[in-house]
Structure formats: C-alpha cells, structure tokens
C-alpha cells in the first residue's frame, strides 16, 4: 500500500496570509491526526479526524483548522500566519474502525515543511 | 497522562546492539508503550509498542519492566542509518490518537 502522503512538501508564506496543508492517508485507514513540529517545542498533537469529525484537539489557538472528506482525505488551515507558524507539519492515519478505544498504529506522512516570513 | 523521560543522547557502534531507556513511572493500566524513530526531518517511523509483554518484531524489541515503571528498546545490530532521534511514547487507548512525544534519544551510530 502506498504511504501518508502530504502536499505541498514545502511551502513559504508571508506573515498575515493563510495557509492550507493536504494530507492523504494510507487507503483504508478513516482516521487523520495532524501534528506540529518546531525545534522549540517539538511535536504537538494539534488534532483528529475520524469519519468527517474532529474527535480530539490540541492546545492550539482557532487560528488552526482542519476537515476531512468523505474519502478520508484531510486539510488543515491556518490563517492570519506568525511568524512561529513556521515549522514541519505532519499528518498520520492509522485504521481505526471504531470512535473508541483502539490501539490502532499511526503512520505519519513526510511531513510539509512551512516557512513563514 | 503519563510523561516520559528518555536521556537526550546515546552513542552505539555499528554492529552493536543499541539499548534505549524508558522511564514511565506514572503509567497506568490501560496505557500502551509505543517507540517511533524520526530520521532527520522526515515523518517519524513506527517501530513496535507493547502493553506489558516483552514485544520482538523485524525491527527491534521492546523489554518492559515487569512494574511497568520503565522500558527499553533494542535494536540488536545498529547501523549507520538508525541514527535517528527515538521517541518513546505512552499512549491512552481510549483517549483516541492522541500521542505525546517527549524529548526524545538521539542515538548516534558510529563507525
């Protein structure tokens, strides 16, 4: 099976746009996780998806949003860029089949690495 | 949930076998040990996890302590390219995927 893939790899912006990051999980698998990593803070949960609707969230501010899609696929948004917006974005699925406890694995994506300047 | 503490960085030689400490003191019966490795700004990488029962897969081994308190991850031979940060993980099951990752090992394999 292929892997999580993310688009775009890269990307630069400037302070005060928005932004939004796609994310395709691995065929099959309905629930999406997205993460935020900076060299500061390392990686932080920002949320999940499963079957079109955000089950857990992180301690991020609003300015960060997501959906998903009825194949699964996810985006994440964020507006009003900062300057410490800039980090690697990561995605992950895993098959969980159920909104309860599971000990389903997460496989993350490459990740989109995004500069904000 | 439970914190982990994992020492910042690690030395192996190539060949060797690299043994990675885990401390979870405060975990709970219901949290599983996961361990995942991130080469250089790639998306970290599954490894193996483990409830209670010393867990073996084609990567590594996980030993966790018979209290639970601690683990420990093993790759039997290291090469150069597990030089990677590991990050040990515990993970609430009904808490959906919510993982949190801590500092992390950098484990440095060497010639």
């Known amino acids: 099976k292929a892997g999580v893939t993310q688009t775009p790899r890269y990307l630069i912006k400037t302070r005060g746009q928005q932004v939004t990051l796609s994310c395709s999980p691995i065929s099959g698998h309905r629930s999406v996780s997205w993460y935020q990593q900076t060299p500061g803070q390392g990686l932080q949960f920002l949320f999940e998806?499963?079957?079109?609707?955000?089950?857990n969230k992180g301690n991020f501010p609003g300015r960060f949003s997501g959906r998903q899609f009825s194949n699964s696929r996810s985006e994440m948004n964020v507006s009003t860029l900062e300057l410490g917006d800039s980090a690697l974005y990561l995605c992950?699925?895993?098959?969980?089949?159920?909104?309860?406890?599971?000990?389903?694995?997460?496989?993350f994506g490459p990740g989109t690495r995004l500069t904000v300047l | 949930d439970a914190k982990t503490t994992q020492p910042p960085s690690m030395d192996c030689a190539e060949g060797r076998a690299a043994n990675l400490p885990c401390n979870h003191s405060t975990i709970s019966g219901n949290e599983y040990v996961y361990w995942y490795r991130q080469i250089h700004s790639q998306g970290p990488q599954y490894i193996i996890h483990g409830l209670k029962n010393n867990e073996t897969n084609e990567m590594a081994s996980l030993i966790i302590t018979e209290d639970r308190k601690s683990s420990t991850l093993i790759l039997p031979h290291a090469t150069l390219r597990d030089t990677a940060v590991y990050y040990c993980?515990?993970?609430?099951?009904?808490?959906?995927?919510?993982?949190?990752f801590g500092s992390g090992t950098k484990l440095n394999v060497k010639p």
């Open positions: 992950a699925s895993s098959s969980r089949m159920r909104a309860g406890p599971s000990t389903d694995t997460q496989y």
């Open positions: 998806y499963f079957s079109e609707t955000q089950r």
């Open positions: 993980i515990v993970r609430v099951v009904y808490n959906f995927n919510k993982f949190y």
